[in-house]
């Protein structure tokens, strides 16, 4: 296994300064670093959608992680398809590709088709179900065939957990023994819970892009329900929309935009509770995040939630309509036994479950690498 080359290609569109301008690059660098670190890989070579302006960030990787850009500034979709044949020396000394999300799959397919290199398939919950669930039929119809094709044929399908995994099974009757299940760290020694930060009062956080699944539109109403603040952290499409949407309802919502991952701790402890109201997920990082935070959770009681939050132990379920989330909020304001137990549990299962350590070490696995 010390001998094998790793190429990870980013999603389409991602590079490493977009990575720095929505504040996570330290976060996933710190990942990419501890594969050759943690599991015996001999170089890691990163294919980035971005130009000249990712060399800056070369200084930030050792040795043994090689940057390659799309110097010709080709658009995401045609970089995609010419990757493999404008690195073609590159890949061809490769062991095996892998992609950090789906949507980096078509250059990692070209590769295993070929150069016959082994595929691994990183991904989170299957996108085309919570299309359907959303009513966005059209990009279903595309994802779906896309799914069935590139499940069947990667070698290795890596997945955060078992909704994901039982999900693809029934959806495209992907084999057991291709599918690994390896969780998203998260920096317990960046996120923990702080008493020296003073809460305030009844405001429930949201981290996390502003896009139709994230089901805003309930959020606002179930907090504005509970008679709180909403402080929504991050950045999307829907914004303008929400914010003229908050104002319609008379809900007291502060959005904060971007929020840089190291500073993200700060704004968690602030608020007293953290909500996501999703209609679907794959592993959230940022309710994680929360949770390990020590704050008090409510999630949705749908895939990629319910397979984290155990309700009544380390959280709260509840429905996506707006009075279950407001019910959900009450739930734990009404009981302080209750809510302190939630952010108890909360830290201490992030700990025990989402170390990097313990990721690396399923990350080591000969079958997965071999």
Not at 183 to 201: G, V
Not at 302 to 308: A, L, R, S
């Amino acid at each position: 296994m010390d001998q094998k080359t790793l190429g990870i290609f980013f999603t389409k569109n991602v590079s490493l300064k977009l990575w720095d301008d929505i504040g996570i690059l330290n976060r996933e660098l710190k990942f990419i670093k501890a594969l050759p670190e943690k599991t015996g890989i001999k170089k890691v070579v990163l294919f980035s959608y971005g130009g000249k302006e990712d060399l800056k960030y070369k200084k930030l990787l050792p040795g043994n992680i090689e940057l390659v850009i799309n110097k010709l500034r080709l658009s995401g979709f045609c970089y995609a398809l010419l990757m493999p044949f404008l690195h073609y020396k590159k890949i061809k000394k490769l062991d095996i590709v892998r992609t950090i999300q789906f949507r980096g799959f078509i250059p990692a397919l070209t590769a295993k088709i070929l150069l016959s290199k082994k595929m691994i398939l990183r991904c989170g919950f299957p996108r085309a179900r919570g299309l359907k669930r959303t009513g966005r039929y059209f990009r279903y119809v595309i994802y779906k065939a896309a799914e069935s094709v590139v499940f069947r044929l990667a070698d290795v399908v890596v997945l955060t957990d078992a909704g994901a995994k039982k999900c693809i099974q029934e959806s495209y009757g992907t084999v057991d023994n291709k599918i690994f299940l390896i969780p998203n760290y998260i920096d317990a020694d960046l996120f923990y819970p702080s008493d020296k930060i003073e809460k305030n009062e009844n405001e429930v956080c949201f981290a996390g892009r502003l896009s139709p699944v994230k089901n805003l539109h309930n959020l606002i109403d179930g907090v504005n329900i509970f008679n709180g603040k909403l402080k929504i952290i991050g950045t999307g499409k829907m914004e303008e929309e929400l914010k003229k949407y908050a104002r319609e309802k008379g809900a007291e919502v502060n959005f904060m935009g971007r929020v840089d991952n190291e500073k993200l701790p700060e704004e968690l402890r602030k608020s007293e509770y953290f909500a996501l109201s999703s209609f679907s997920e794959g592993q959230p990082k940022a309710l994680l995040e929360a949770m390990a935070c020590g704050l008090p959770v409510i999630g949705t009681d749908v895939p990629g939630i319910k397979t984290i939050i155990k309700d009544g132990v380390n959280g709260i379920l509840c429905g996506t309509d707006s009075k279950s989330i407001a019910h959900a909020l009450n739930k734990l304001k009404l009981n302080a036994g209750l809510k302190d137990k939630i952010a108890c549990n909360a830290r201490k299962y992030v700990k025990e479950n989402y170390s990097l350590e313990k990721v690396m070490k399923l990350e080591k696995n000969e079958k997965l690498l071999g």
